[in-house]
């Protein structure tokens, strides 16, 4: 099968168009037929070695987190997929950008059918990250309090969509052409982070989903209340 592959970290030149022998799906894997995958900004630090978990002992490895397309092969042990199953998952840090991969039962799910496939590969790690950020470590609750950088982008969007899900009142940030958009998606309050300053408008939130960092981060701290959270991805 064809993967694009890094033998050293590096810039965009790193990456290698290779062909490499389509896995085996171990005991409780499962192996897909990608239709497509998604590309995240997790791929350009891994391939730059800026990623701690990704050391030069990982190297060579396939670029790529997350995956959509159909059942191929099941390992010993798996029954609740078949050949043939639409479905997406995030993985590990090698292995997506790959005509095959081979994923643990236990992180591949189906895909719901309102999502077409470019839709499909771009949930698994964004999704992960909003779900993780706000429920599983904000704890966000009906009510609360939620400022949100980068609203519009690739965990944002997911982020605003999911608070509100949860009730609670969502600000967000995003560049001006992106405003309307982050309306459409809920957002109670949209900041224009290049013409306001999100410290003026937020007081006492319960929690900072940022992701963004630097500058953001250290001005985040003054608009949270007594007891409130504050998590970069
Ligand atoms: N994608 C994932 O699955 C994932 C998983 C784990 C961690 N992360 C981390 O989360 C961060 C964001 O990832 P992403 O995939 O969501 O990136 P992205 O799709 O590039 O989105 C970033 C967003 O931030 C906005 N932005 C840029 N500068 C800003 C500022 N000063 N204030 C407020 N918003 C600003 C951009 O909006 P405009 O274009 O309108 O300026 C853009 O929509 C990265 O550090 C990434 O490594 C991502």
Redesign the pocket.
């Known amino acids: 099968m064809k993967a694009i592959r890094i033998e050293q970290f590096g810039g965009p030149e790193v990456m290698r168009f290779c062909d490499v022998e389509v896995p085996e799906p171990l005991a409780g894997e499962v192996l897909v037929k990608n239709f497509f995958v998604g590309i ?3 791929d350009y ?1 891994i391939r730059e070695g800026q990623y701690p978990e990704v050391k030069q002992d990982k190297l060579p490895l396939t670029l790529g987190r997350e995956v959509a397309g159909l059942v191929e092969k099941v390992g010993q042990g798996v029954s609740d997929f078949k050949k043939g199953d639409r479905v997406f998952a995030m993985i590990g840090a090698d292995g997506g950008y790959a005509e095959y991969s081979r994923v643990p039962a236990v992180h591949l799910a189906r895909i719901p059918h309102a999502l077409d496939w470019p839709v499909a590969a771009g949930v698994p ?2 999704g992960h ?1 909003a779900w993780q950020a706000l429920v599983e470590h904000g704890q966000i609750e009906q009510g609360q309090k939620v400022l949100i ?2 609203g ?5 969007h997911l982020a605003v969509q999911f608070a509100k899900v949860k009730g609670a009142e969502v600000y967000a ?3 001006t ?2 405003l309307p958009y982050l309306r459409e998606l809920g957002a109670d309050r949209a900041i224009d ?1 290049k013409t306001e300053r999100f410290e003026d408008i937020c007081k006492e939130f319960d929690l900072v989903i940022d ?3 630097g500058d ?1 981060q250290a001005r985040s701290w003054q608009v949270l209340g007594e007891g409130a959270g504050w998590c970069r ?1």
């Open positions: 995240n900004p997790v630090k790690l964004a990250t950088h980068g519009t982008g690739g965990v944002g940030t995003a560049s052409d992106s982070y992701l963004i960092g953001t991805p």
